[in-house]
């Protein structure tokens, strides 16, 4: 077997390089010496095919951490020696075998090719000091301890501490499919630059200062700079620490890449827990579409209750409206509110098809449009602007939403002020956008109480709007069939394909950690081979616990969601939904051409405020004293200005 020693214990083999001998040997995967594993870009050439093995960078970290951390260990592990690089098959053998690979070896050492300009002491000595912040973080304890770590000395130390992830994070490592596998399956963990000093990081630190920079509201840390500790990297440690469900691995890729496309699944597949076979000449499509049907057939239903997709199919991937596309799977994961779905019944997918049981509770009727989220820039969502714009300065309309993006314990004062709020802020947003200055936008209050409401009602969209990020949002009302409750409020997200036709809700069982109730929104296939079939049309965003008593007693029965010749799917190829980008340019069109009708004097002053050339406070002495005009002399003003603003628009 490629002119190493057979052995004749039974079970899959791999090779391990011997730091004494210099000799590769074949030993069984459940009987072997203890070894430490390797874990770098083949771009950087750590383990230089020209250079002596105790030459190279990647021998000589080995050496250095076997040294300082592991003296009895002889052995090692990396893969451009012990997998046969010019034999496919080799390779197709041992693919399967990473994630006990990397799972039984004693350390994972990952190899960083610049100086790291740290030691261990360092790193401890830091440690230390932002201890009582992780601390913090894991107690949720912002509202006692938050003030010092955001305003005192402890916002330096967390500043610091960011910059030295960063180093981490910046660098080829952080780019490549395979070593995020090899992190996440890794029993312990050193990091190892080209000074050859090994240090040992606390994964719960990787995963918790950016919740706490995001949190505090460290604005230093919230640069673009930061963005792959904020995502990737805080999501990575999420999945080594077992916060998340172990499939959502998959959704973690985004920002890497790797050499060979199909690497792009087959390079993390073992550390989710759910693996194909590898097959010669595979695309990436083929293996996603086939890994997708595999974890529904092992009890994952989840990745049936995505948001619906809205991006072109990838080379070979066969599409199915059950399963996320391959280029959104890791928007379409990270945005979803659920963790792990646990089914009615057993479920199973072939052909495109997920049969599954489900709760048919009714019909849906859609009520409006609501629209995008506000992403001017990448990354930068304003959602107080988004709901804003969703109310459409309409009273009606602006309770709606404040019922139902405010959860059920929301009572009739609060929900009034949420709407106010929404209503009496349209033009100021409308503003803000035409003047592309949404990052200094502050909506309209007019009380200490509507300042409070509206804090919480904002603090809990932070998770609430998540699904909205990659879909068009309606609002709907969900009509239980045989109920005598009246129709439930909800919002419906889905792909650019605007909904039609008769529209029906299914319960699968899908529930957020905090017990919120997520459902699906299908409507008949109608293609001639699949009468019985539901088109996925999409979800619905998090609904109150409380649904779930009214929705429980309703029997599940077997249904089948999707298929490769869904004929809805087929119609939603060829046509695409406009975002409300128009929308918002027709806002501002209208709010310079024309002088928007006043809701109250409030919102008066504030139009003149937002349009005058100067200002309408005088100053005597040492303070500003408001001009005494009364109301109607207040809109006339308003009035001459704005057309002042018009004329010098259109002479430009």
């Known amino acids: 077997m490629n002119g190493f020693a057979k052995l004749v214990e039974p079970g899959p083999l791999f090779r391990l390089y011997n730091m004494n001998t210099g000799d590769l040997e074949l030993w069984p995967l459940d009987n072997h010496p203890d070894y430490i594993a390797a874990s770098h870009t083949w771009s950087e050439n750590v383990f230089s095919p020209s250079l002596a093995f105790e030459n190279c960078f990647g021998g000589q970290g080995m050496q250095a951490v076997i040294t300082d951390r592991y003296p009895d260990i002889h052995h090692a592990w990396f893969d ?93 490592w952080a780019t490549r499919i395979w070593t995020l596998q090899e992190y996440v399956l890794a029993k312990e963990i050193l990091w190892i630059g080209t000074d050859l000093s090994p240090i040992k990081i606390d994964d719960y630190a990787l995963s918790a200062l950016p919740d706490i920079c995001n949190t505090l509201a460290i604005e230093e840390c919230l640069t673009p700079k930061f963005d792959v500790l904020h995502g990737y990297f805080a999501g990575m440690a999420n999945a080594r620490l077992k916060n998340i469900d172990q499939t959502r691995i998959m959704e973690l890729p985004g920002n890497r890449s790797a050499s060979v496309a199909v690497d792009e699944v087959y390079g993390v597949m073992a550390a989710a827990g759910v693996t194909v076979l590898p097959m010669a000449d595979e695309t990436k499509g083929q293996a996603w579409s086939r890994w997708c049907a595999e974890a529904i057939n092992t009890g994952h239903l989840r990745w049936a209750l995505l948001p619906a997709s809205s991006c072109p199919l990838v080379d070979g991937e066969v599409g199915s409206c059950a399963f996320p596309r391959f280029l959104q799977r890791h928007k379409l994961s990270g945005i979803s509110s659920l963790n792990h779905v646990t089914p009615l019944a057993l479920s199973e997918a072939a052909h495109g098809v997920v049969t599954a049981h489900a709760r048919v509770l009714g019909s849906v009727e859609i009520t409006h449009r609501l629209g995008r989220v506000h992403e001017p820039k990448p990354g930068r969502i304003h959602r107080d602007i988004t709901l804003i714009i969703f109310a459409k300065a309409r009273w009606s309309l602006a309770l709606t939403l404040a019922w139902t993006f405010g959860g059920a314990g929301l009572g009739t004062r609060q929900a009034k002020a949420i709407a106010q709020v929404l209503v009496q802020s349209y033009s100021r947003a409308i503003w803000s956008i035409s003047q592309a200055d949404e990052d200094n936008f502050r909506p309209m209050v007019s009380s200490n109480f509507q300042q409070r409401v509206w804090n919480d009602f904002m603090a809990m969209q932070q998770s609430h709007m998540l699904g909205l990020q990659e879909g068009v949002g309606y ?97 939603a190829e060829k046509a695409t939904e406009c975002v409300n980008i128009a929308d918002i340019e027709n806002a501002v069109k209208s709010l310079r051409q024309s002088t928007v009708r006043l809701l109250t004097r409030q919102q008066e002053t504030l139009r003149i405020k937002l349009f005058s050339e100067r200002p309408l406070l005088t100053r005597k002495g040492n303070q500003s004293v408001c001009t005494r005009i009364n109301h109607r002399k207040l809109a006339a003003i308003f009035r001459l200005r704005q057309s002042k603003l018009m004329s010098h628009s259109r002479s430009q």
């Open 80 to 172: 451009t020696r012990c997998i046969d690089q010019n034999d496919p098959n080799d390779k197709l053998e041992q693919i399967p075998l990473m994630d006990r690979i990397f799972g039984n070896a004693t350390c994972v050492v990952i190899f960083i090719s610049r100086d790291l300009e740290i030691d261990q002491s360092s790193i401890d000595w830091l440690a230390e000091r932002i201890e009582g912040a992780l601390a913090m973080c894991l107690a949720e304890a912002w509202a006692e301890e938050g003030a010092y770590w955001q305003n005192g000395s402890g916002r330096r130390w967390i500043t610091m501490a960011m910059e030295g992830l960063l180093r981490l994070a910046s660098t080829s």
């Open 475 to 571: 609002a709907c009302h969900l009509a239980r069939r045989d109920s005598p409750f009246p129709a439930i409020p909800a919002v419906l997200v889905t792909g650019y394909q605007p909904p039609a036709g008769s529209l029906q809700v299914l319960d699968l069982n899908a529930r957020t950690p905090d017990g919120g109730v997520v459902l699906m929104i299908v409507q008949r296939d109608g293609s001639g081979g699949a009468k019985d079939n539901y088109h996925k049309v999409g979800m619905t965003l998090p609904l109150p616990e409380a649904v779930t008593r009214m929705i429980g007693i309703v029997p599940s029965q077997k249904v089948h969601i999707g298929s490769y010749d869904c004929s809805v799917c087929c119609r």
